[in-house]
């Protein structure tokens, strides 16, 4: 599990797997609900129907579902935004009623939601184990390569310094590293970085959200940072690959009520999740939560660029 969504799991009394996380200046992607704005586009294409795209109530989100209903407005499909809704607990009731068709999900996080006890880990794992776990009448289309998942995050200078590319590679420096978090981090993974990569951190420190700022300045060296969060970009930190998957996939993945999503919507949303990386989805939420450019526009620019608005 991450640890974003661990909380978010005592708040809605829900045992979640990994997390479908937040970036920095958003609010817990699964907490409190929120009121939702809506606005409809499109010429109409796919029998008539209309296609609802609805979003959690953070931005990074909000920008996804923009993403999605510009991408499928360019197919002339006729689409109603249901955006800043609030948690997966009402967001998924809705979707299995029919009030809402398409949500921008995180796959390791959705699999938690369904399945509290699945350990998958790995994208096609994980997706397998959700088309099993969901009802029939729901289904998940391709995922998206980009992931908001916890990682290992270090300097440039660190990671140059060590030649540091995936977490595997700390086993000769980390104890002498101080390795920071959320404060609940060390009693939940400790035991795991030991078993699994054989890693023994020298200190472990309760960074919470300054743990990007905290690597920045140095009083760590390692830091539990999600992969989407804008300080990557900011501070230039590198993300270590995680080879044995300690941390669950969290792919961006669209989750539909397949009533209503036909092969030109399903298209639509394909060809977005084949252009859209991890990396790529950092530098958009680092223009929508620090430049603080309005998630629509954001949205539209991508789409232009990427040849799919």
């Known amino acids: 599990m991450t640890t974003r969504l661990l909380r978010t799991v005592a708040a809605v009394g829900l045992l979640l797997g990994a997390a479908a996380c937040s970036s920095s200046g958003s609010s817990n992607p699964l907490d409190a609900s929120s009121g939702s704005s809506g606005s409809s586009g499109g010429s109409g294409s796919t ?3 209309t296609v609802v795209v609805g979003s959690a109530n953070f931005p990074e989100n909000v920008l996804l579902a923009s993403i999605y209903s510009q991408a499928l407005k ?16 009402v967001l998924y009731g809705q979707l299995q009623n029919g009030s809402l068709t398409v949500l921008p999900e995180y796959n390791g996080a959705l699999l938690g939601y369904l399945d509290a006890k699945n350990t998958a880990t790995g994208t096609e794992a994980v997706n397998a184990a959700l088309q099993k776990a969901l009802p029939s009448s729901l289904g998940i289309l391709d995922s998206a390569p980009a992931e908001d998942k916890d990682s290992l995050s270090v300097t440039q200078e660190t990671a140059d310094k060590y030649q540091l590319k995936s977490i595997a590679d700390l086993s000769a420096k980390a104890g002498e590293f101080a390795i920071g978090g959320p404060p609940e981090f060390k009693s939940r993974r400790e035991q795991q970085f030991k078993d699994i990569y054989g890693l023994t951190f020298k200190e472990w420190k309760p960074t919470g959200d ?8 140095g009083s760590i060296q390692v830091g539990n940072v999600f992969t989407t969060d804008p300080k990557i970009v900011q501070f230039k930190l590198v993300s270590l690959a995680d080879p044995k998957n300690l941390f669950s996939s ?13 092969a030109t919507a399903a298209g639509a949303l394909n060809a977005v999740s084949a252009k859209l990386d991890t990396p790529g989805l950092t530098q958009l939420m680092k223009r929508v939560s620090v430049d603080k450019e309005d998630p629509s526009a954001v949205a539209k620019d991508w789409l232009k660029s990427n040849g799919l608005g």
């Open 47 to 49: 029998g008539g129907k």
């Open 74 to 89: 360019a197919k002339g499909v006729k689409v109603e935004e249901k955006f800043n809704i609030g948690s997966r607990e």
């Open 250 to 262: 969290q792919n961006v993945t669209p989750l539909i009520n397949k009533a209503g999503v036909d």
């Open 210 to 217: 300054t743990t990007a700022n905290a690597l920045k300045d």
